[in-house]
T-cell receptor, first 113, second 112 residues
Framework: DGGITQSPKYLFRKEGQNVTLSCEQN?????MYWYRQDPGQGLRLIYY???????QKGDIAEGYSVSREKKESFPLTVTSAQKNPTAFYLC????????????FGQGTRLTVV | SQQGEEDPQALSIQEGENATMNCSYK?????LQWYRQNSGRGLVHLIL?????REKHSGRLRVTLDTSKKSSSLLITASRAADTASYFC????????????FGSGTRLLVRP
């Protein structure tokens, strides 16, 4: 089955630690995205990538880093510089700009303990 | 900053009634999309309307787009309890950017 997979579903981080969230897609999509969602809020764009080895900052990139070494994979690292990382993180992909829908993973809930 | 803002933030209706949600945005767009999110889950695409379209239907969904007012509305007719979810609009800009920007969402509760 084609789709987009995020792992883990739940992640706990100690203060000062870096953690990496996984996002993999087998839809052959060019573009991939990371969004952050706080309780009862909308989605805010962290980073996006249009093609392998290229990525762009979104609106809230500070404290986060990404890589796009393979078309299928777009991992997000939440660094210790992110002061309030507790949130729900959503990964998405789509084929190209223009009139195409985005497909979402089921999300990773990150909690700082 | 978020491109789209939904209105109302929350909506509670009785099963069988219609639900209308509105979305406003700031810049010129290529298309506008509506998504649904069940609590704690990923988003699911509902419908896409292009900037040169004014209205689109899909089942019980009706979407309108007014580019002069930079606004869109989503109408769900004959609502069901299973329609309870959050609904988001998302805009794709006119330039070649891949950016897809989401609004703040409307939380819909359909009471049985």
């Amino acid at each position: 089955d084609g789709g987009i997979t995020q792992s883990p579903k739940y992640l706990f981080r100690k203060e000062g630690q870096n953690v990496t969230l996984s996002c993999e897609q087998n839809l052959n999509h060019d573009a991939m995205y990371w969004y952050r969602q706080d309780p009862g809020q909308g989605l805010r764009l962290i980073y996006y990538s249009q093609i392998v080895n290229d990525f762009q900052k979104g609106d809230i990139a500070e404290g986060y880093s990404v890589s796009r070494e393979k078309k299928e994979s777009f991992p997000l690292t939440v660094t210790s510089a992110q002061k309030n990382p507790t949130a729900f993180y959503l990964c998405a992909s789509r084929t190209a700009p223009g009139s195409t829908e985005a497909f979402f993973g089921q999300g990773t809930r990150l909690t700082v303990v | 900053s978020q491109q789209g803002e939904e209105d109302p933030q929350a909506l509670s209706i009785q099963e069988g009634e219609n639900a209308t949600m509105n979305c406003s945005y700031k810049t010129s767009i290529n298309n506008l999309q509506w998504y649904r999110q069940n609590s704690g889950r990923g988003l699911v695409h509902l419908i896409l309307i292009r900037s040169n379209e004014r209205e689109k239907h899909s089942g019980r969904l009706r979407v309108t787009l007014d580019t002069s007012k930079k606004s869109s509305s989503l109408l769900i007719t004959a609502s069901r309890a299973a329609d309870t979810a959050s609904y988001f609009c998302a805009t794709a800009r006119m330039d070649s950017s891949y950016k897809l920007i989401f609004g703040s969402g409307t939380r819909l509760l359909v009471r049985p």
